[in-house]
């Protein structure tokens, strides 16, 4: 079966400019996270989807930062009025119940 | 911040060493997992240990896992070239949702 996918594998965008990023969870798995990392840098958290619950929004850097996930599946992470510290690679994972978490490639975002 | 720190931050070995990383976190947990990473894409998970448990194996793989001290080590024996990738622990958070809160890695390098 197919894993968890992410588009596009990079993207350049211009200071100010919004970015919609896309996760294709596994089919079934009723979590989905998404991370932000730096060059050289650990993970950080930034959002938890569980099933229909409200999602944890606590990582999120600021407000220009959202995100959903559609019928429980596709989420989308949007990013308003870019800025050059929002560059990084952004991953999102999904997992059956909250063990083990499944790592997509990862979205490159790269903002001049 | 990040709940874990590792060290050493990078590791140098020849093939056929053993590779020993530390993990130390700073709240109570429910679980500790370490995951792989090859050239700053998606992770890998590799081995799960729960706060009830003192050791588990994988393959080349040993964790240990001390509640007292807070801190836990990742052994790989017998180490490949294929072995060379950051390493990362991340906790679960006991009470908390099951977020993953991930330390900052340790570059491994093996040298056939």
């Known amino acids: 079966g197919a894993g968890v996918s992410q588009s596009p594998s990079n993207k350049v965008t211009e200071k100010g400019k919004d970015v919609e990023l896309r996760c294709d969870p596994i089919?079934?798995?009723?979590?989905l996270y998404w991370y932000r990392q730096s060059l050289g840098q650990g993970l950080e958290f930034l959002i938890y989807?569980?099933?229909?619950?409200?999602?944890?929004k606590s990582g999120l850097p600021s407000d220009r930062f959202s995100a959903e996930r559609t019928g429980g599946s596709v989420s989308t992470l949007t990013i308003q009025r870019t800025q050059q510290e929002d560059s990084a690679v952004y991953l999102c994972?999904?997992?059956?119940?909250?063990?083990?978490?499944?790592f997509g490639p990862g979205t490159r975002l790269t903002v001049l | 911040s990040q709940q874990g720190e590792e060290d050493p931050q990078a590791l140098s070995i020849q093939e056929g060493e053993n590779a020993t990383m530390n993990c130390s976190y700073k709240?109570?947990?429910?679980?500790l997992q370490w995951y792989r990473q090859n050239s700053g894409r998606g992770l890998v998970h590799l081995i799960l240990?729960?706060?009830?448990?003192r050791e588990k194996h994988s393959g080349r793989l040993r964790v240990t896992l001390d509640t007292s001290k807070k801190s836990s080590s990742l052994l790989i024996t017998a180490s490949r070239a294929a072995d060379t990738a950051s390493y990362f622990c991340?906790?679960?958070?006991?009470?908390?949702?099951?977020?993953?809160?991930f330390g900052t890695g340790t570059r491994l390098q093996v040298f056939p």
């Open positions: 709240t109570s947990i429910n679980n």
């Open positions: 994972a999904s997992s059956p119940g909250g063990i083990e978490q499944f």
């Open positions: 989807f569980q099933g229909n619950s409200a999602p944890d």
């Open positions: 089919s079934g798995h009723t979590a």
């Open positions: 991340a906790t679960v958070f006991l009470g908390n949702t099951d977020k993953l809160i």
């Open positions: 240990i729960r706060s009830n448990e």
